[in-house]
Nanobody, 124 residues
Framework: QVQLVESGGGLVQAGGSLRLSCAAS????????MAWFRQAPGKEREFAAG???????FYQDSVKGRFTISRDNARNTVTLQMDSLKPEDTAVYYC??????????????????WGQGTQVTVSS
């Protein structure tokens, strides 16, 4: 099983940017669909962005045009570039890996490896 560690969270003003990184160890990420999920206080964990094994990308409607997910299989990393941040983006962000099919990329229960999470706080 792959181990995931997130970094890059923090406090930023509305309209600012943050770059989250997910470093993997134990296995190559090449075999996995990868995603970022987020969980705000009092809310359920939700899909934010995903990238398939071949590089196809998927986004929640509320982050389209503002977030960009990418992967570097050689470095075994996945990155989430977040621009034009809004207070409603405040959440703990989790990196996750799935061996499932691409059509299940938005489904949290298909992910078997999760990072510990990194806090993103956007002030108004």
């Amino acid at each position: 099983q792959v181990q995931l560690v997130e970094s890059g969270g923090g406090l930023v003003q509305a309209g600012g940017s943050l770059r989250l990184s997910c470093a993997a160890s134990g296995r190559t990420l090449r075999s996995y669909n990868m995603a970022w999920f987020r969980q705000a206080p009092g809310k359920e964990r939700e899909f934010a962005a995903g990238i398939g094994r071949s590089g196809g990308t998927f986004y929640q409607d509320s982050v389209k045009g503002r977030f960009t997910i990418s992967r570097d299989n050689a470095r075994n990393t996945v990155t989430l570039q977040m621009d034009s941040l809004k207070p409603e983006d405040t959440a703990v962000y989790y990196c996750a890996a799935s061996s499932g099919v691409l059509s299940s990329i938005r489904m949290a229960n298909m992910y078997t490896s999760w990072g510990q999470g990194t806090q993103v706080t956007v002030s108004s």
